[in-house]
């Protein structure tokens, strides 16, 4: 099984991620509302086991418990992956969310880099602070080792924008997360 549990422990969060690449249970509990459902959205949609429990700073604001989830997270895929042999290791997706559009293009090549075309016309889904999307994405891509490209289309309610992209991310994960018996998909050999 490629699994991995990762704690991480600051003076503004302590985290606790147990992740399997290859499904099972799903609990999420970082005490912002909407980003647990975009959490569970992630791990349904990719079809990964995922628990996860933050105690953030949230009296400050989402912004600490939202990317350092997100630091934990790509150091667990990173940890998960291994030497990222044997998996397809390139993977895309488009999600419509009734108005929305979301697109996700990634390549787990140890090259991480962020493309983030996304623009929320609210600044709040609940607790959430929509900004924090991006930071999200920033810190799981750096720390996993993707080079995640995240293109929002259109759409006009944030609840949707945002699911759309999270689910966007989930499928072309689980698309580059698939195994196969190449090796190291790579000219290099390694990655």
């Not at 349904?44 to 953030?56: C, E, F, Q, S, T």
């Not at 623009?119 to 602070?129: A, T």
């Not at 996993?144 to 490209?149: E, N, V, Y």
Request: with cysteine; aromatic share 10%.
């Amino acid at each position: 099984m490629r699994t991995s549990k990762i704690e991480r422990n600051t003076k503004e969060t302590q985290i606790k991620i147990e992740l399997c690449l290859d499904g099972g249970d799903v609990q999420i509990s970082t005490g912002i509302g909407f980003f647990d459902h975009m959490l569970n959205a992630f791990a349904v949609h990719g079809g990964y086991g995922l628990k996860i429990n933050v105690k953030g700073d949230l009296e400050v604001d989402t912004h600490h418990t939202v990317e350092d989830t997100g630091i934990a997270l790509g150091m667990a895929f990173k940890e998960a992956l291994l030497d990222k042999s044997n998996i397809n290791r390139y993977g895309s997706f488009y999600i419509p969310m009734d108005e929305s559009l979301a697109s996700c293009a990634l390549d787990i090549s140890n090259r991480p880099y962020l493309v983030f075309n996304a623009k929320f016309n609210e600044e709040r889904c609940g607790d959430y602070e929509t900004c924090c999307t991006e930071e999200f994405f920033r810190a799981f891509a750096f720390n996993a080792g993707i080079t995640l490209h995240i293109n929002l289309l259109y759409g006009s309610n944030s609840h949707h924008e945002i699911e759309a992209i999270f689910k966007a991310v989930a499928h072309a994960m689980s698309i580059a997360t698939t195994k196969n018996n190449i090796g190291v998909l790579s000219t290099k050999g390694v990655l």
